[in-house]
């Protein structure tokens, strides 16, 4: 089946950093990406979609300055989390789906985000 | 407005016992409704999708059921594992022109011994 690839899965950093978040659809082409958030325990949260070649759409509340999203390939898709604070330590997934929108979505297996 | 609630919140049975997960829904025009198992600290799997046609839809011990005139869903898990222990997911896709997902908040299951 397809397969969508997250990278890092664990990242810790320092407050005030960036971190770069990858996701690949490895075997399809992925016209649609998004990313969520999972805090513990909790359900996950949609920040974004995006499209490839065109801007993302955010949701309400999260800023668009903060998580930068950038899908210039029909097979990448990346999160960056600028200046990064410890309250956006997170499990963050992103999905992908492929040319028809009904079709499946395929989950990355998520990125581990601690700040310091 | 468009949502997605699932019930219970959490549940605990015995393994070897069998379960049902119920989603309702209230989004208009429907596409879809599909089932995820999502494990601690991974990303979700599908376990099944069904369009409105559907009514019934297995995967191994996974069964999806759909009635699009009351709205409802349910997963039924048969004979239970401890590997089943996990939240499941149940998101109904609006038919518009973005496709948009509604999230159900998921219900918690836990397997005892």
């Known amino acids: 089946g397809a397969v969508v690839s997250q990278h890092p899965s664990w990242v810790i950093c320092k407050s005030g950093t960036s971190v770069k978040i990858e996701c690949r659809s490895l075997?399809?082409?992925?016209?649609?990406m998004f990313w969520y958030r999972q805090f513990p325990k909790q359900s996950l949260m949609l920040m974004a979609t995006s499209n490839e070649g065109s801007k993302a759409t955010y949701e309400q509340g999260v800023e668009k300055d903060k998580f930068l999203i950038n899908h210039a390939s029909l097979t990448l898709s990346t999160l960056t989390v600028t200046s990064a604070h410890p309250e956006d330590s997170s499990f963050y997934i992103c999905s992908a789906r492929g040319q028809m929108n009904t079709g499946e979505l395929f989950f990355g297996e998520g990125s581990r985000l601690t700040v310091l | 407005k468009n949502q997605v609630e699932q019930s219970p919140q959490s549940l605990i049975i015995l393994e070897g016992k069998n379960c049902t997960l119920q989603?309702?829904?209230?989004?208009?025009?429907?596409?879809?409704l599909r089932w995820y198992k999502q494990d601690t600290g991974r990303g979700p799997v599908s376990l099944t999708i069904?369009?409105?046609s559907e009514n019934t839809k297995s995967n191994g011990r996974y069964t999806a059921t759909l009635d699009a005139d009351t709205k409802q869903s349910s997963l039924h898990i048969t004979a239970s594992q401890l590997s089943d222990s996990a939240s499941y997911i149940c998101v109904v896709t609006i038919m518009d022109s973005n496709y948009q997902l509604i999230w159900g908040a998921g219900t918690k299951l836990i397997i005892k011994p």
């Open positions: 069904m369009t409105f």
């Open positions: 989603c309702n829904y209230t989004v208009s025009p429907f596409s879809n």
């Open positions: 075997d399809f082409q992925a016209t649609t």
